[in-house]
């Protein structure tokens, strides 16, 4: 089974539409996070949740919503498309407590036309 | 703020040699990561460094951390082509917040 599952894999979409992506964890962790990867590979921190509760918010765009509706769960909601927003997005858990580290999902091709 | 910088950026060696990759942070920090990311893939824990003096070693590959000069290497040993990729040091900047170096892209030919 795998730990960090994200879908969709790839995602094509016009200007102006609004999107979402989904991710799920069965590692048992109480942290998610949403990374940003952009065309140049870096990659940077939008959001993170502990036990469904907002703890990081990087001055991402307030067209980003996050959603947890559980500690397994961590979905991104994405308003009003922009060409910018073309990224691979990731989906990552970790421990609270523990000093391991974050595993990530397959991340999600957004492609915005 | 917490910045972290790797260099190379980019890095092109041959079958069999060695070389360094290096990861500079410009805060505290005693945790520190390594991951490898493939080409269109996910990213892959490598390394978890906890404490100044970590060293570990899997396979061709050995990670280090000085807490104190807030460096950390990564060695490649006798480098075969599998191990094109690129490697991604991440500094935990409080919260569970990784910040990520730049990535160090790294091409090794026969």
């Known amino acids: 089974d795998t730990a960090v599952s994200q879908t969709p894999k790839y995602l094509v979409t016009q200007m102006g539409n609004d999107k979402s992506i989904k991710c799920e964890q069965n590692l048992g962790h109480d942290t998610m996070y949403w990374y940003k990867q952009d065309s140049k590979k870096f990659l940077k921190i939008m959001f993170s949740?502990?036990?469904?509760?907002?703890?990081i918010n990087e001055t991402v765009p307030n067209r980003f919503s996050p959603k947890s509706p559980d500690k397994a769960h961590l979905n991104l909601h994405i308003n009003s498309l922009e060409l910018g927003d073309s990224a691979v997005y990731f989906c990552?858990?970790?421990?609270?407590?523990?000093?391991?580290?974050?595993?990530f999902g397959q991340g999600t091709r957004l492609t915005v036309v | 703020e917490l910045k972290v910088e790797q260099n190379p950026l980019f890095l092109s060696m041959q079958e069999g040699k060695n070389y360094t990759i290096y990861c500079n942070y410009s805060t505290t920090s005693d945790r520190l990561y390594w991951y490898r990311q493939d080409p269109g893939k996910s990213l892959e824990s490598l390394f978890v460094l906890l404490s100044n003096g970590a060293v570990k070693q899997e396979g061709r590959l050995m990670a280090s951390l000085d807490t104190k000069a807030r460096l950390s290497t990564l060695h490649i040993t006798a480098a075969v082509h599998d191990l094109s990729a690129t490697y991604f040091c991440a500094v935990e900047g409080g919260a569970q917040k990784l910040v990520f170096g730049q990535g160090t892209r790294l091409t090794i030919n026969p």
């Open positions: 990552a858990s970790s421990h609270k407590q523990g000093k391991t580290e974050a595993f």
């Open positions: 949740y502990n036990n469904k509760e907002l703890i």
